[in-house]
Structures are given as C-alpha cells and as structure tokens.
C-alpha cells in the first residue's frame, strides 16, 4: 500500500464510515459490532504495511514492529455519539472546503491514521527501527478504559510513549478526571427530564415534562426554552451547543437552561443550577487551581429518569496538585440534598517539561513548523496518563478550530497532512 495523502485519506474516510460508537456487547465484542470492525480494519492496515498484530479479545489490539525497547503510540477507535445538529453525515466522511467531516476525524481516527501513516513511510524508506513501535489502539476510551484496563492483564507495557490525542506542541500535564452521579427522587410533579449523549460532552439538547406551573413557564420562555402546554402539564425544550467536557466554557449546557426553569417552582432544580451553571466549580466550593495545570473546571453532561429518580453524570477535571477524595468530600459536603456517588476516574499525569520525551517531541514539532515552542497543560484525558511515562502528542494546532465531540467534527486536510509529517520526524528521531 502506499503511504501518499491521497491514499491515506482514502484510508480515514473508510475508518470514519465504520459506526464506532460503543453499542451493547455482543458475543466476542464486548463494545458491540462496531467498534469490533473498526479494530480489524486498523489492524489489517497495520499488517498490511508489515507489523505483526494481536487482537486482545476485541477490547484492544497492538500492531508492532523492529526489535528492543518498546516505544508505544496510543490511540482509540471509539467514538461518542453524533448527537443532533449535523448538516454533514456523521460517518459519511464528506470532503468539502478542504476538510473531511465526520465522528471521530479528529478524535481519534485521524490521528491514528496520521500516526500510522507517518511510520509506515519511514519504514518504505527503507529505515531501520532501533526500538519496537507498538500501536496499541484501544476501543472504549470514551466510556471507561476498559480496553486498557484489559490490555495490562496479559500484554507488554511499554517503557514510553505518547498518544496522538489531544493539541500540539507537547501536553506534558493532564488534570485528573473524576464522573460523579448525582441523584434524587423525582420530586412530586416532575415526570421526566433527559439530556446529553455522555458525561463529557455538553448537552446540545435537553427537555422535561412536568406540571403546569406559571413560573416555570414564564423562567423558561426567558431563558430560551420552547414550551408546550398539554392541560395540567408543560413539556420544555432548550437547544445548546456541544463541546468536549473538558472545555465547558465553549458549549452552551441546554441542560442548565431546563434546571432554572424547574428551578423556578423546585428547590431540587434550583440546587442542581445554582451549583454547575458556572463551569469552574465555584458553585459548589471547588474552584481550585494550581500553576501546573490551571484551574477547574465542571460538566453536568447528562440527565435522566428511571424507578422513581432524577439521574445526573458529572465530569470533573481537577488540578493536579489536588486529590480526587477532596474533590468528592467537597461535592457531597456542598449538596447535601443528593445521593452522591464518585464512578468512572483517571488520575493525573505530569512529565517534567525537560524531560527527554518532552524535548524530544518539542524538538520534531518545531523542526516541522518552525516555532520555538513550550509544552502545555490541558483538562482533557489522553491514554499517555496509562503508560510509565507518556505524554500527549497534537494533532490540534494552536489557534485552530476543531469541533471534538461537537456536530460537524472534521480535519483539516492540510493540517492532516502536516501532523504526518511531524509524527513522521517524531518517530524517526526517537525510534530509527
């Protein structure tokens, strides 16, 4: 195969088609049909340009190839659901204006296939690894890591590595991720309310049926809610705008928009808004920050109803300095009208920026793009924080617009070409 732009972005877009949004388990499939093909595809991929490959039960698998110290790059091939507001197909992989759309373009699929791609180009070069380069493609990252967690039971771990997941230059420090679920009994007059696809992306849609009540009505019209008047009852509808849980501040929560209404007739609602409708924590006691990786910030991602209860999902990116424990006893301390259980966590990750990773990575990007540049922090959770020493590796340029887990998500095919050739030289000055 070869290894020019066009073929691969012949190879994403058929990456992008394969709907790998993790679905109900199947015999042999733990994330369901799709995520299943969307490994085998990338594994093939990587058989075909000569790495010997593993599937680990359709919950990860590995493509590696040269001999000695093993060098890992990290990536996953599942994504968070389309969610509403496209006006391309999620897995169409349309190319217009230079940028090819669709779930998973730029998380995590076209960074995969740049990584791959850039390796495999050195290798056609008739380059010799001096270290083994294990790909280790994962297929649940966006809902827990039990690929990974799979992953340590029987296979090697590598000694270093990055993972293609996240901005360039260099992410040398990642805030600890905590999911917390909120819940309640449905208070008397409230019959449903839902919202949200996952607990780290921004609800662009939520709606709840419940009484009639003047003052929710008059709450909701005034902060752009749609209501329907069904008798006794009222049904109320808010649009958003998504975003990636680690960034809050980018998306307009529609979730919030229906607890101050409900808010407007109970305490429960009231609570819940005056709590997270400010995305750095300061409503409910936990707007921490430290130098290292900066402040707090906050996610109420989902809402539903079931046997009786309101049901929240919380996303919590928190400094590193902090510890998770406090970042619980907080919550619970500040709402004590809820039942508040801590689930679904990753720790921090902090390299030292002189680190020679770092300055290894440091040096390959800025060799490409010509810039003298410094490594950075950032809220979001890469597979780097699962090796000994990892650290997260672009393809997000500085100042450029990547819509991640957002409607219309794309790449960029210039800046898809520019990141190969940077993994390339990443590649070639650590592992050849």
């Known amino acids: 195969m070869k290894t020019d732009l066009k073929t691969a972005v012949r190879v994403l877009s058929d990456l992008i088609k394969i709907d790998s949004v ?94 791959v791609f850039a390796c495999a180009r050195l290798l056609q070069e008739g380059k010799i690894p001096k270290k ?34 996240a901005d360039f230059p260099v992410i ?64 109320l509808y808010a649009k958003g705008k998504s975003a990636h849980g680690s960034q809050p501040s980018l998306g307009k929560n529609a979730l919030l928009l229906i607890l101050k209404a409900l808010g407007a007739a109970y305490v429960e609602f009231n609570a819940l808004y005056n709590a997270f409708s400010l995305t750095d924590g300061s409503g409910v006691g936990l707007k921490l920050h430290d130098d290292k990786s900066g402040p707090l910030t906050l996610n109420l991602g989902t809402a539903k109803t079931a046997d009786g209860e309101a049901i929240f999902e919380l996303d919590i990116r928190y400094p590193v300095t902090y510890t998770m424990n406090l970042i619980t006893d907080i919550l619970k301390s500040s709402l004590p009208l809820f039942d508040i259980d801590r689930e679904d966590y990753h720790l921090p990750l902090y390299v030292a920026p002189d680190h020679p990773l770092v300055t290894a990575l440091l040096k390959a990007y800025d060799s490409v793009m010509g810039t003298r540049s410094n490594p950075i922090s950032i809220g979001g959770g890469t597979y780097a924080r699962f090796l000994p020493v990892g650290v997260a590796f672009g393809p997000e340029f500085p100042g450029s617009s990547a819509p991640i ?28």
């Open 22 to 115: 993790e679905s109900a388990p199947l015999p042999g499939m733990p994330f369901g049909e799709g995520n299943a093909a969307a490994l085998r595809y990338t594994l093939d991929l990587l058989k075909n340009f000569g790495f010997r490959t593993a599937n680990i039960d359709n919950y990860c698998g590995w493509g590696e190839i040269g001999e000695g110290e093993l060098f890992g790059i990290l990536g996953h091939l599942d994504v968070v659901p389309a969610g509403k507001g496209w006006t391309h197909a999620p897995f169409g992989a349309e190319i217009e204006d230079g940028k090819l759309f669709g779930r998973g373009a730029m998380d995590d699929k076209g960074p995969v296939i740049a990584s």
């Open 132 to 165: 083994r380069i294990r790909f280790i493609l994962g297929c649940d990252e966006e809902s827990g890591w039990k690929c990974m967690e799979r992953y340590k039971i029987t296979e090697e771990m590598p000694i270093m590595g990055f993972s293609p997941d």
């Open 172 to 235: 040398n420090c990642e805030k600890g991720i905590v999911y917390h679920k909120i819940s309640f009994p449905l208070p008397r007059g409230v019959y449903a309310i839902e919202a949200g696809t996952r607990a780290n992306v921004v609800p662009d849609y939520a709606e709840a049926y419940c009484d009639y009540d003047p003052d929710i009505q008059e709450t909701a019209l005034s902060g752009g809610c749609l209501c329907e008047r069904e008798g006794e009852r009222i049904r």
């Open 405 to 432: 887990h957002q409607a219309d998500e794309y790449i960029d095919l210039k800046e898809f070409e520019k990141s190969i050739e940077i993994y390339s030289n990443a590649i070639k000055n650590i592992c050849f």
